[in-house]
C-alpha cells in the first residue's frame, strides 16, 4: 500500500498566487486532516474531514479550503498566498473504528515558500 | 487554553543509554495519548500510544508512562541508536469528534556516538 501520498514536495509561490496540495489515501480510512508545520514548532490543524463530503475547521483554517468528494481524497487549496503560509504541510489519515489505535498515518510533506 | 507541551527542546545521550522524553499536558479530561518521531524531511511516524486507564505500555525499545495525577507522559527510549536520532511529539486527542489530535512542540533527540 502506498498510504497517504503528497504532491507536490516542494513548491514556490509568489505572493497572490493560487495552489491546491493534493493528498490522497488508499487505506479506505474515513478521516482525514492537513496540518501545518512552522520551523521548530509543533503541527497545527487547518482542516479535517470524518468522510466524503464533510470537512470542518480546525486551528488554523484562514486563507484555506478543503473539499472532501471521496473517500480517497482530501484536497488543500490556498487562495491568495501570503508569506505566512510559507510551511510545511502534512496531510494524515485514520481510521474511526475505536477498536483500533487513532494513531494518523502522514504523507512526507509539502514544503510551500511564498515570496 | 488547553495544550500540549514538552519540558526540553534538545535532549543529547550517548549510543547504548536510555532516553527519556517527557511532556506536560493540562487537560485532565484527556483520554488518549500518542507518541511520534519526525526524521528530518519526512512526515511523523506513529511509535506508541497509550490510554488514560492505563499507566504503562511497552513496545519494542520503546515505553510509555502516564501520570494523570501530575499529567504527565513520558517516553524511554531502552539502549539508544543514531536512527533514533530525530524529533519527538506527544499527541493528545481531543474532543469533539473525528480523532483530532493536539501535538506538542516537540524535543530534537540528538544521539552521540
Known amino acids: 500500500n502506498a498510504g497517504v501520498t503528497q504532491t507536490p514536495k516542494f513548491r514556490i509561490l509568489k505572493i497572490g498566487q493560487s495552489m491546491t496540495l493534493q493528498c490522497a489515501q488508499d487505506?479506505?480510512?474515513?478521516?482525514m486532516y492537513w496540518y501545518r508545520q512552522d520551523p521548530g514548532m509543533g503541527l497545527k490543524l487547518i482542516y479535517y474531514?470524518?468522510?466524503?463530503?464533510?470537512?470542518d475547521k480546525g486551528e488554523v483554517p484562514n486563507g484555506y479550503n478543503v473539499s472532501r468528494s471521496t473517500t480517497e481524497d482530501f484536497p488543500l487549496r490556498l487562495e491568495l498566498a501570503a508569506p505566512s503560509q510559507t510551511s510545511v504541510y502534512f496531510c494524515?489519515?485514520?481510521?474511526?473504528?475505536?477498536?483500533?489505535?487513532?494513531?494518523?498515518?502522514f504523507g512526507s510533506g509539502t514544503r510551500l515558500t511564498v515570496v | 487554553g488547553e495544550s500540549v507541551g514538552l519540558h526540553l527542546p534538545t535532549l543529547s545521550v550517548q549510543g547504548g543509554d536510555n532516553s527519556i522524553i517527557n511532556c506536560a499536558y493540562s487537560?485532565?479530561?484527556?483520554?488518549?495519548f500518542i507518541w511520534y518521531k519526525q526524521e528530518s524531511g519526512k512526515g511523523p511516524q506513529f511509535i506508541i500510544d497509550?490510554?488514560?486507564?492505563?499507566d504503562k505500555r511497552q513496545g519494542q525499545r520503546v515505553t510509555v508512562l502516564l501520570n494523570k495525577t501530575v499529567k504527565h507522559l513520558s517516553l524511554q527510549i531502552a539502549a539508544t541508536q543514531p536512527g533514533d536520532s530525530a524529533v519527538y511529539f506527544c499527541?493528545?486527542?481531543?474532543?469533539?469528534?473525528?480523532?483530532?489530535?493536539?501535538f506538542g512542540t516537540g524535543t530534537q533527540l540528538k544521539v552521540e556516538l
Open positions: 499527541a493528545e486527542k481531543v474532543g469533539g469528534g473525528g480523532n483530532k489530535l493536539t
Open positions: 497509550i490510554r488514560s486507564n492505563m
Open positions: 487505506m479506505n480510512h474515513n478521516y
Open positions: 494524515a489519515s485514520s481510521p474511526r473504528d475505536r477498536a483500533t489505535n487513532y494513531g494518523y498515518t
Open positions: 474531514s470524518v468522510g466524503a463530503g464533510i470537512t
Open positions: 487537560n485532565s479530561a484527556s483520554d488518549y
